[in-house]
């Protein structure tokens, strides 16, 4: 995989539950949206200040392909703005995980695989964030907490922590980075497991001219100062490098995989369906036909009773296979289409799905799916 570039982008499902004991906790819709803003322009290094990165750092900042969406669709499939709004008499949160239930004055997460959870509040002890990191097994307070005054770059929100930086280094956390220093406690012993970031002594705080050397790194260019996973004033972090770059796709394809086929992101429809491949994956050799196995999904809110698929081999004419059913709302089901010639050799399968209930789909976009094989 080419890490540099892939055009594949992974889009991040996102949920923001504002838990607020004052009004000036209760931050507006805007605020919210200029935190997803600056997540989408960091994580994509679309940010305007990447011309602050030194030279001698740019050649290993990275466009990581990650992006966020403040979710169109809840866990019930209805639709939401992505935002939710608890009134607590709590007064203030800490790193216990209170923020994250209902009984402690929080909010409950939403479905941690479908889902990431932002949770804003007031935090204690000067806290700015806090951020969970990924597990093998199923958390329900996987995601990241932020006091309310920094989160994104508009409305309340208190200088250095004003452009919505916080967030970045939280959600690294969750997506398995490291601090830059390791947290050795200056010994340089420690490591953030990326080979691509100076090894570093200990946090760094305010603003630095650049080269900024320490114990660790003793010669210029010195420390990557300015990378999001440090403590650097938000006006002086602009790079994730590529090897933070590994490490986050690394998770997002493997214990965190459910979150690129969460259907999250997707508006609410009535009528919906799609459609994935199963086979055909690489087939033996000898073989003259075989059966395509596609699973079919109903993301509408009309239950699911008929549908056409559509498939064909290479550039050769279409074949339609009608189903009949009955899929609730986000409930799938493996089809197994009929049997289709292949000779040795590379080919394509394409499929498509058409006539939900016999009408017209209201989300065209997961509407088709295309494998080569051979």
Known sequence: QDLKKTSNIITIPTVVHVVYNTSTQNISDAQVQ????????DFRRMNADTTNTPDEFKGVAADTEIEFCLALRDPDGGFTTGITRTSTTVTSFNTNDNVKFDVSGGKDAWN???YLNIWVCKLGSGLLGYGEFPSGSTSNTWGLGIV??????????SSPYNKGRTAGH??????????????DGGSCAGSDGVSDTPNQADATSGCFSFPK??????NAPGIMYMNYMDYSYDACLNIFTYGQKARMLAILNGVKSSLKTSPGCIPPNALDASVAIEIPLDTACGISSFSPEVTLTNFGSDTLISVTINYQIDNESYSTYSWSGSLPLLSSEMVTLPSVPASEGTHSFTTY???????????ALNDSAQSNFT
């Open 34 to 41: 200029s935190q997803i803003d600056v997540l989408n322009e």
């Open 148 to 157: 309310y005054d920094s989160v994104g770059r508009a409305g309340m929100v």
């Open 213 to 218: 050397t320490d114990a660790c790194s003793p």
């Open 170 to 183: 939280e959600v690294g956390h969750c997506f398995d980075l490291y601090h830059i220093w390791g947290d």
């Open 353 to 363: 799905v058409s006539n939900p209930n016999g009408s017209s789909d209201g989300y």
């Open 112 to 114: 941690t695989e479908q």
